[in-house]
């Protein structure tokens, strides 16, 4: 069983940045897709970001872009999410989560993956 677990969160002005990064138990991440999502408060989940298994393909959430940046370290067999130039509507959970395949032909689909985290709390003050 993959075990994912996110830290960075906390609460940072607005303009501020943070980096996120999931850990996961066994060395998955160099073979598999793993993507961010995130969930507002009476919000859907919605995706944020997606890296491959080999880091060389990367998408974005047309809200994002230019400010979200992932990134996998395979050294430290994690996958972070660099957020920069942070809005109260970047308030969310973020959560991170893998598939079982290196591509995924979906990105921003939840049901393209089959590990998720526990989630971290970002919040952003005005």
């Known amino acids: 069983q993959v075990q994912l677990v996110e830290s960075g969160g906390g609460l940072v002005q607005a303009g501020g940045s943070l980096r996120l990064s999931c850990a996961a138990s066994?060395?998955?991440?160099?073979?598999?897709?793993v993507a961010w999502f995130r969930q507002a408060p009476g919000k859907e989940r919605e995706a944020v970001a997606a890296?491959?298994?080999?880091?060389?393909?990367?998408n974005y959430a047309d809200s994002v872009k230019d400010r979200f940046t992932i990134s996998r370290d395979r050294a430290k067999n994690t996958v972070s999410l660099q957020i920069d130039s942070l809005k109260p509507e970047d308030t969310a959970v973020y959560y991170c989560?893998?598939?079982?395949?290196?591509?995924?032909?979906?990105?921003?689909?939840?049901?393209?993956?089959?590990?998720w985290g526990q989630g971290t709390q970002v919040t952003v003050s005005s």
């Open positions: 989560a893998t598939s079982k395949s290196p591509y995924v032909s979906a990105w921003s689909s939840s049901s393209s993956y089959d590990y």
């Open positions: 066994g060395d998955i991440f160099g073979r598999y897709a």
């Open positions: 890296i491959n298994w080999s880091g060389g393909t990367t």
